[in-house]
Each structure stands twice: as C-alpha cells, then as structure tokens.
C-alpha cells in the first residue's frame, strides 16, 4: 500500500536552530499538508500546498516556517530559528484530490525536540 | 475558527465490550474521517464520510455522518486488546474557504480495564 515517508523520524536541535523535516508525499498526490501535535494535545493543521505554493496556512505557521518542494518528490517543512514551543511530532499528509477523503494518507512523523 | 468537541476523553475497555465514542460540531463539515493513532505513529484512516445521514462499516467499526452535518459517532463492537490508542475525528470543509485541511478533535483514549 503506498505510503508517505517522513525523515528523520526523531530529530533534537538546540535552541535557534534551523530544521528541515522531509517528507516524499504518495507519487500521484497533488496535495501536500504539514500538521503538528505538541506531545498530549490533538493534530493541529499548519500548512497546505497545491501547484507549487501554499494554498492555505495557520495561525501556527509564522514567518519562523516555510515549505518547499524542491522536486518532483520531496516535500519539506522548514523552521528558521527553533524555539521550545516548537517541540513536537510534525506529520505530512498528501491526498489525491481535494474531494477524496480516504486518500488522505499521513506519514509517521518527525519527532523534533528543542533543547 | 472551527471545533470539534470529542467525548469521551478516554474510557477503558474490557475485551468484548462495545465501544462509542462521538464528536460535535458549531459549523458544518461536508466530510467527517475518524483515525486511530497509535503510540509515535501518524493517524490511519479507519473511516471516511462524505453524505449527511451516511452509516458507513469497516469490520467491527461503525461510523455515521449526522443529519446536521455537525456531528458524527464512531462505534466499535466486540472490542479486543489491539483496539487499544487514541482515536480522532476529524472535518473537513471544501466550501467555506478552506483548500481541505482537517480540523481535528482532541481524541478519545482507549484503555484495557486493569
């Protein structure tokens, strides 16, 4: 069954630290999502992006983030200047289109812990 | 912005006791997921549902999509140890703005009865 793979799965950065999560999204997926859960709490949305650029973001996700896709495969989520706050599992989703919702595939997660 | 109230929070469960669990709404969601995430894994999609009123299966659970669109109750039968995790709802709205990102609740977490 496809999958969305998520690398690394565990990452500890100090404190302003920048990070880069990578994420390589379904293959003939079309949408891509960033979404975090603080250790306890639900899954919070970030970040969606469709055709090359974001199509929609959250409060959370402030000028401190980004997203690319640098190509055909990979898709990554990037925190300029790490704070505590951002300790967290960071999953990336991908779904075929907009209207299916069993396509909607998360990965496994990246465990990012700021010391 | 948008809310799911899940209840409950968490509940032990005994193995072959029935399960239910349900999640509310303020605004309307034109598509309703459950997930089940397990310890330091991401959310598996157990269900999806796309119609108002829709009673949907797969195997032992049982998922409905509320009338009002503003609701929606997962039920597990004869449950057994590995039902055990956290269990999400989740909306989705295409039509009020949004691209289709999920809005999640706080989950329910299931437990083996010591």
């Known amino acids: 069954e496809p999958e969305v793979t998520q690398t690394p799965s565990h990452q500890v950065t100090q404190m302003g630290q920048e990070v880069i999560l990578r994420c390589v999204p379904i293959s003939n997926h079309l949408y891509f999502y960033w979404y975090r859960q603080i250790l306890g709490q639900k899954v919070e949305f970030l970040v969606s992006f469709y055709n090359n650029e974001i199509s929609e973001k959250s409060e959370i996700f402030d000028d401190q983030f980004s997203v690319e896709r640098p190509d055909g495969s990979n898709f990554t989520l990037k925190i300029r200047s790490t704070k505590l706050e951002d300790s967290a599992m960071y999953f990336c989703?991908?779904?075929?289109?907009?209207?299916?919702?069993?396509?909607?595939?998360f990965g496994s997660g990246t465990r990012l812990t700021v010391v | 912005g948008q809310q799911l109230n899940q209840s409950p929070q968490s509940m032990f469960i005994q193995e072959g006791e029935d399960v239910s669990m349900n999640c509310t709404s303020s605004?309307?969601?034109?598509?309703w997921l459950w997930y089940k995430q397990d310890p330091g894994e991401g959310p598996v999609l157990l269900i999806a549902l796309y119609k108002a009123g829709e009673l949907t299966s797969n195997g032992r659970l049982t998922a409905q999509f509320g009338i009002t669109r503003k609701d929606s109750f997962l039920n597990i039968s004869a449950s057994i140890p590995s039902d055990v995790g956290i269990y999400f709802c989740a909306g989705r709205d295409f039509y009020g703005g949004s691209q289709g990102n999920l809005i999640f609740g706080k989950g329910t977490k299931l437990s083996v009865k010591p």
């Open positions: 989703a991908s779904s075929e289109a907009e209207e299916i919702g069993d396509g909607y595939t």
């Open positions: 605004s309307i969601f034109n598509t």
